[in-house]
Each structure stands twice: as structure tokens, then as C-alpha cells.
């Protein structure tokens, strides 16, 4: 059981703009930076977002995030079919004084 | 450019331990630090901890205190994780990542960029 909560899956078609949630408490998202790690079968994951907003280079801005209170959402605009992937928020959580996750959510482009 | 490379996968039987080591190049070592996240087959990621290249200090997850160590050696720009008592569910890839947070972990601010390329160990009696 993940301590932030993730939906197991999404789905959209080329184009189309598709939001991944992730919920978690105030002692991590809701006092802290929230981080999106995109991870393609086979692969290390790849850092997307981090400290709330900002892209490593080499990200499209296709890719953002929001926040509010105990939650954090990407939002992946002109969807493409190369952004099939698993992608995973994390955050650090005050009350366990480490690094938490989400369970991962699996896009998939139809 | 910046690159994490680790070792080889490894076999082990339940009870024993394994070393895995995690090679830094492209970057000044000793000016960040290194976290430690694994992820079993089918599953999602768990961080596992931190430690500073530059102090040595750690910060260990709740789930793996007292099993764990990890260690650095800023003459070859490596770092280690040891995990004891190994058991079958610690079958999974582990993967160490260039974490940006050097002094002290207690606040937050980690972030993995980029991460090695994984090394499988496998449980197995």
C-alpha cells in the first residue's frame, strides 16, 4: 500500500490533454514539493518533474503539474503516442522522514 | 555527461547479503549525494535511503533500519548499498540516483537525476 495514492491507469488519444492525480496527506504533498518520475518497461525512471514545476531540460513544457493542498496532478497536453509510460509522484514525507511514492499510474495512448 | 553505472545482477539465498555498487561519472561527486530505490517485478518504486558524498551521513527508511548500509568512497566516485537477511521479496531491481540534497535529509528536497541503470538481485533458495 502506497502512502501517496495514484490511479492505477489512464488512457487518451493523440492530441487530447490527460491528467494522472495523486493524492497524498499533509505531512508530504501538503507541506512539501511534489516529484514525477516517467518510466518506460525495461528502463530506470527518468526525473520529469521537480520541485513542483520545473522540467529538466530536454522535457517538453507538454508536461506540467498542479497543486492543491493534499494533492498533485500531471497534466500531459498534445498527448503522443512515445508518452506510453508508467509515471509515479513522489514526495518527501515529514512524518516518516523519508521519500514516498505513489503507486504508479500506466498510460496508455490508444 | 553525467552517468550512474552499477554492477552486475546478482543470485542470493535467503538469509544471505549483497553489495551493490553504483560508479558516478560527468559530476562532482562528493558535492551531492546518492539515494537508493528499489522496485520488485511488477511493482512500483520504494525508496530505500540516502546518504551524503560528501559527509557520509544517512538516512535510512523506516523499512529497511538495521538491514541497510550504505557507504561512498569519493576516491573512485562510487557508492554502495548492502542489504543483510535477505529474503524473497527483496527480489527486485535496485537502482541508485544522483540526489541533490548533500547535508542533511530531514526536510525534503530530494530528487533523482539520473538514475543508474538498475542491477537485478534475486532471492532465491
Known amino acids: 500500500q502506497s502512502v501517496l495514492t495514484q490511479p492505477p491507469s489512464a488512457s487518451g488519444t493523440p492530441g487530447q490533454r490527460v491528467t494522472i492525480s495523486c493524492s497524498g496527506s499533509s505531512s508530504n504533498i501538503g507541506g512539501n514539493s511534489a516529484y514525477w518520475y516517467q518510466q518506460f518497461p525495461g528502463t530506470a525512471p527518468k526525473l520529469l518533474i521537480y520541485k513542483n514545476n520545473q522540467r529538466p531540460s530536454g522535457v517538453p513544457d507538454r508536461f506540467s503539474v498542479s497543486k492543491s493542498g493534499t494533492s498533485a496532478s500531471l497534466a500531459i497536453s498534445g498527448l503522443r503516442s512515445e508518452d506510453e509510460a508508467d509515471y509515479y509522484c513522489a514526495a518527501w514525507d515529514d512524518r516518516l522522514s523519508g521519500v514516498v511514492f505513489g503507486g504508479g499510474t500506466k498510460l496508455t495512448v490508444l | 555527461q553525467v552517468q550512474l553505472v552499477q554492477s552486475g545482477g546478482e543470485v542470493k539465498k535467503p538469509g544471505a547479503s549483497v553489495k551493490v555498487s553504483c560508479e558516478a561519472s560527468?559530476?562532482?561527486?562528493?558535492?551531492?549525494?546518492i539515494s537508493w530505490v528499489r522496485q520488485a517485478p511488477g511493482q512500483g518504486l520504494e525508496w530505500m535511503g540516502w546518504i551524503s558524498a560528501y559527509t557520509g551521513k544517512t538516512n535510512y527508511a523506516q523499512n529497511f533500519q538495521g538491514r541497510v548500509t550504505m557507504t561512498t568512497d569519493t576516491s573512485t566516485s562510487s557508492a554502495y548499498m548492502e542489504l543483510r537477511s535477505l529474503r524473497s521479496d527483496d527480489t527486485a531491481v535496485y537502482y541508485c540516483a544522483k540526489d541533490p540534497i548533500v547535508y542533511g535529509s530531514g526536510s525534503g528536497g530530494h530528487y533523482f537525476d539520473p538514475w543508474g541503470q538498475g542491477t537485478l538481485v534475486t532471492v532465491s533458495s
Open positions: 560527468g559530476y562532482t561527486f562528493a558535492s551531492y549525494g
